[in-house]
C-alpha cells in the first residue's frame, strides 16, 4: 500500500513537470529569448564593476554590452561561422547521412529483429543503458544510433518507446561519469585539469586515465539504478500519461519476419563490417600509425581517428547498407542510395534551425563574459566558506549542476572552471584528479534534465516518432527521476572511493601534495 502510494506521488511530480514543461514555449523560440535575454542582461551588467578577475588572464572580469554597436556588428559578421563552426550541426548530418543509407536499405530493421529474436526482454533495459555507456567511444554519436534503435527495441517488445529513449539517454548523456573503456573527452578534461594544476604546481601532471578506476567502478552501480528507474518508474508513468495509439505507424517495422534473401544480404554485409572493423584496428596497432596522435596515443583530439569519428560512422554505414540493399534488393539504382539519405534528412530540419539560433545564444553567452563571471562568482562563493574538503567537494558538486542547466558543453565548463577549482582547492589540500571526478559526477547527471542541452531537439524529434504530442516538458519529466538517481549513485560511489582510499584511476590521488 505504501509503494503504490509513493508511486502515485512520484507519477503525480512527474505530471506536474510534464505540463509544466510542455507550457515552455518550442525550443527554438526559447533559445530565442535566451539570445535576447543574454543580450539585455549584458547591457545592464557592463555598467557595472565587478572586482572578480579571470583566472586565465590575470584582468579584471567585464561584462561586453551585446547591445553595443561594436558588438552588433561584430555578431552579424560571424552568424554565418557561429552556425556552421557548431560543433554537432555537421556532426549530426553527415552521420545521418550514412546512417540513412544502412536504413533505407533496411540493414539496420534486420539486425533489431535479430537482436531482438535472442535478447530476452528482461534484459532489454541494461543492455539498451550499456550500450548508451560503450558508444562514448565515439563522442556524440549514441544520439543519432543508440536512441532511436532503443526506443524502437522497446515498441517492438511490448514495452513503451519512450522508456527505451529515457534509458539510452541516461546511458549516454547521464552516464558520463560511468564507463568501461576511457572515452575521446577524457584526454580534453585532463588537459584542462593539468594546466589549472601547473598554475599552483609547474611540474605538477595529471594522468588521462585518472578517473578510470572510479568511472569502471561506477558503471554497476548506474546500470543497476537506471534499470530499476525505467522499470519501476519512468515506465509505469509513460504508460499512464502517453498510452500509445492503437494505429501507430512505424512503416515496415512493424514486420517481423525476414526472408531467407534478407538473411543472407545480412550475413554478408555484416561480414564486410566485420572485416571493417578488423581493418580499422589492424590500422591503429602500430604505434607508429597515421591515425594515432604524435605521441602516440589513440584515445586523444589530436589523433586523427578521433577527429574522424564522424566520418568513420558515415563510411561504414554506408558500405554496409550499400551491400545489404544491392543484395537484398532494396537498391536497384543510384537513385535509390540517394534518396535514402534524402528521406532520413528531412527528420533533422527543426534541429537544423534550432541550431542556427543555440550558436548564436553560446557565441552572445561567451562573448559577454557572463558565463566567466556567473564561474568565477561562484567559486569564490565556495572558497569563502572555508569548508571540510567532503562538504567543499559536496558543494561543487551542486554548484557543476546549477550551472550545468545553462552551459551544457563539458569541455566549455571546464575550460571556464578548471583554471579556477583546480588551483583554489590544491591550495586547501584536495587533488587535481578529486576535482575533476567531482566536477565530471553533476556534469553527467544534469545534462539529461536541461532544455539547453544542444542534443535535446533531436531526441524530443524521436519521442514524437511514437507521441506527437511529446515536447520539452515530456522529456525532461521523464528524466529527472535519473538525474536525482544518476546523482546520488555518482556521489555515493564518489565518497565510497574516497573513504575507502581505492585509487580514482591511475597516478591519481586524493590529497595535494601527492602522497604517492
Not at 51 to 62: E, S
Not at 118 to 124: A, G, Q
Not at 236 to 248: A, E, G, V
Not at 454 to 472: N, W
Amino acid at each position: 500500500m505504501e509503494k503504490t502510494k509513493q508511486k502515485e506521488q512520484m507519477g503525480g511530480i512527474l505530471g506536474l513537470i510534464e505540463r509544466v514543461g510542455n507550457k515552455i514555449p518550442d525550443i527554438t523560440i526559447l533559445f530565442i529569448g535566451a539570445f535576447v535575454l543574454v543580450c539585455v542582461i549584458s547591457a545592464v551588467l557592463s555598467q557595472i564593476s565587478f572586482d572578480y578577475v579571470h583566472p586565465a588572464t590575470g584582468k579584471q572580469i567585464t561584462i561586453n554590452n551585446m547591445l553595443s554597436g561594436k558588438e552588433l556588428v561584430t555578431l552579424m559578421s560571424k552568424m554565418v561561422t557561429n552556425y556552421a563552426n557548431f560543433p554537432p550541426l555537421t556532426m549530426v548530418i553527415v552521420a545521418t547521412l550514412g546512417i540513412g543509407i544502412a536504413d533505407g536499405s533496411g540493414y539496420i530493421n534486420t539486425g533489431l529483429k535479430k537482436i531482438l529474436s535472442v535478447t530476452p526482454k528482461f534484459l532489454i533495459t541494461p543492455v539498451v543503458i550499456f550500450a548508451g555507456m560503450v558508444s562514448h567511444l565515439g563522442p556524440d554519436t549514441g544520439y543519432v544510433i543508440i536512441i532511436p534503435i532503443a526506443a524502437y527495441m522497446f515498441y517492438a517488445t511490448g514495452k513503451h518507446p519512450l522508456s527505451g529513449v529515457a534509458a539510452s539517454f541516461a546511458g549516454i548523456a547521464g552516464a558520463f561519469s560511468a564507463n568501461y573503456t576511457p572515452s575521446a573527452i577524457d584526454p580534453v578534461i585532463q588537459g584542462f585539469t593539468q594546466s589549472a594544476a601547473q598554475i599552483i604546481d609547474p611540474t605538477y601532471q595529471v594522468n588521462v586515465l585518472c578517473n578510470y578506476f572510479y568511472a569502471l567502478g561506477s558503471t554497476f552501480l548506474v546500470i543497476a539504478s537506471c534499470w530499476w528507474v525505467t522499470e519501476h518508474v519512468v515506465e509505469p508513468w509513460l504508460w499512464k500519461t502517453y498510452p500509445l495509439p492503437d494505429d501507430l505507424d512505424l512503416g515496415n517495422e512493424n514486420n517481423t519476419d525476414i526472408t531467407p534473401r534478407e538473411n543472407r544480404a545480412f550475413i554478408i554485409a555484416t561480414g564486410v563490417l566485420i572485416l571493417m572493423i578488423v581493418g580499422l584496428f589492424a590500422a591503429l596497432y602500430p604505434q607508429d600509425s597515421l591515425l594515432r596522435a604524435p605521441n602516440g596515443e589513440i584515445a586523444s583530439f589530436q589523433a586523427p581517428i578521433m577527429q574522424s569519428i564522424v566520418a568513420v560512422i558515415f563510411i561504414f554505414a554506408a558500405v554496409v547498407g550499400l551491400v545489404y540493399g544491392v543484395l537484398c534488393g532494396k537498391f536497384k539504382s543510384p537513385k535509390d542510395v540517394t534518396k535514402a539519405m534524402e528521406e532520413i534528412t528531412k527528420t533533422l530540419v527543426q534541429m537544423v534551425v534550432f541550431y542556427f539560433f543555440a550558436a548564436q545564444f553560446l557565441y552572445a553567452f561567451g562573448a559577454s563574459n557572463i558565463g566567466v563571471l556567473l564561474a568565477v562568482s561562484g567559486a569564490e562563493f565556495l572558497k569563502s566558506l572555508a569548508l571540510p574538503p567532503q562538504i567543499t567537494i559536496f558543494g561543487i558538486i551542486v554548484f557543476v549542476g546549477l550551472l550545468n542547466l545553462i552551459i551544457t558543453s563539458a569541455s566549455a565548463k571546464w575550460a571556464i572552471l578548471a583554471p579556477i577549482f583546480v588551483p583554489m582547492l590544491m591550495a586547501v589540500g584536495i587533488a587535481p584528479e578529486l576535482t575533476q571526478a567531482a566536477y565530471r559526477v553533476s556534469d553527467s547527471a544534469v545534462n539529461v534534465v536541461t532544455p539547453m542541452f544542444a542534443f535535446y531537439p533531436l531526441i524530443i524529434l524521436y519521442c514524437q516518432k511514437y507521441v506527437k504530442e511529446a515536447g520539452i516538458g515530456t522529456l525532461s519529466s521523464m528524466m529527472l527521476p535519473y538525474t536525482i538517481t544518476l546523482l546520488v549513485t555518482l556521489t555515493f560511489m564518489l565518497y565510497f572511493f574516497w573513504w575507502f582510499d581505492i585509487p580514482l584511476g591511475f597516478q591519481a590521488d586524493y590529497v595535494y601534495p601527492r602522497r604517492m
